[in-house]
């Protein structure tokens, strides 16, 4: 059984900085494409970062230069590193592994991140 557990949201100010991770269990991370995905209210969920299992990275255009996604193989973890973050950041942000679509087949329960002053 595969279960995705995000960790690491909560209220940040403007500028601030926030470090999210998704341990896994029933998977290896390191063995799966694995990714972020953020949804705001009364919006559809997106693509955040992207992390294929052959080290390959791709962001969606607002958080490039922001936001970096990694893996900690060790502990079988996918790390979100949010920077600068911006008000329109605000969403639940989900974790999610792929076997091989264009959208996850595995997803987390989501940790709410809440940028305001």
């Known amino acids: 059984q595969v279960q995705l557990v995000e960790s690491g949201g909560g209220l940040v100010q403007p500028g601030g900085s926030l470090r999210l991770s998704c341990a896994a269990s029933?998977?290896?991370?390191?063995?799966?494409?694995m990714g972020w995905y953020r949804q705001a209210p009364g919006e559809q969920r997106d693509m955040v970062a992207r992390l294929t299992s052959g080290g390959i990275t791709n962001y969606k255009d607002s958080v490039k230069g922001r936001f970096t996604i990694s893996r900690d193989n060790a502990k079988n973890t996918v790390i979100l590193e949010m920077n600068s973050l911006e008000p329109e950041d605000t969403a639940v942000y989900y974790c999610?592994?792929?076997?091989?679509?264009?959208?996850?087949?595995?997803w987390g329960q989501g940790t709410q991140v809440t940028v305001s002053s």
């Open positions: 999610g592994a792929y076997r091989g679509g264009i959208i996850p087949d595995f």
């Open positions: 029933g998977i290896i991370v390191s063995r799966y494409t």
